[in-house]
């Protein structure tokens, strides 16, 4: 509730589109529907809430990993920007990160993949931990000389 709209994107802005472009109206139109939900269960608190909300401005967050390389991690980004921003400035943001680093992002992948697949809510999770275990028994030595093997 700092009166702005943080928008995180693992992408820069290309100096030939503008903000407008490429985000069109969507982040008014989040932040609308935002402050729709909030002054519904918190009308008794702040009447004036909802039109204060509409008129937060807009601040995209610089983040020093910020590419244009990279088209295929969007969702390790947004699994990683979760799970490790607390609203801190984007100067102050530590989550380790790294431009372009393709072997962290296959790391982050298989992380959160084993997560996904391992959580308890997941309905699929007891059948695919048979399934990994058969596999990673019958494939002992991609086990040992994988990239996302812990060496000692």
Known sequence: MKGSLELIDNRLLDNKIS????????????????????????????????????????KTLKM???SNDNYDD????????????????DIEWENELQVNNVDQMKKLRVEYCGKIMSHKE??????MQIKARKWAKE??????NSIFHKHS
């Not at 969007?74 to 400035?89: A, N, P, R, S, W």
């Not at 494939?139 to 040992?144: D, E, R, V």
């Open 74 to 89: 969007c969702g390790v980004y947004l699994l990683k920007h979760m799970e490790t921003y607390h609203g801190e400035k």
């Open 19 to 58: 903000f407008v472009q490429k985000y069109k109206n969507h982040p008014r139109t989040l932040l609308r529907a935002f402050a729709t939900f909030y002054a519904t269960f918190h009308s008794t608190k702040n009447k004036n809430m909802f039109e204060e909300m509409c008129n937060f401005k807009t």
């Open 139 to 144: 494939h002992p030595n991609l086990m040992t």
């Open 64 to 66: 020093k990993w910020r």
């Open 122 to 127: 997941n309905k699929e999770h007891h059948p």
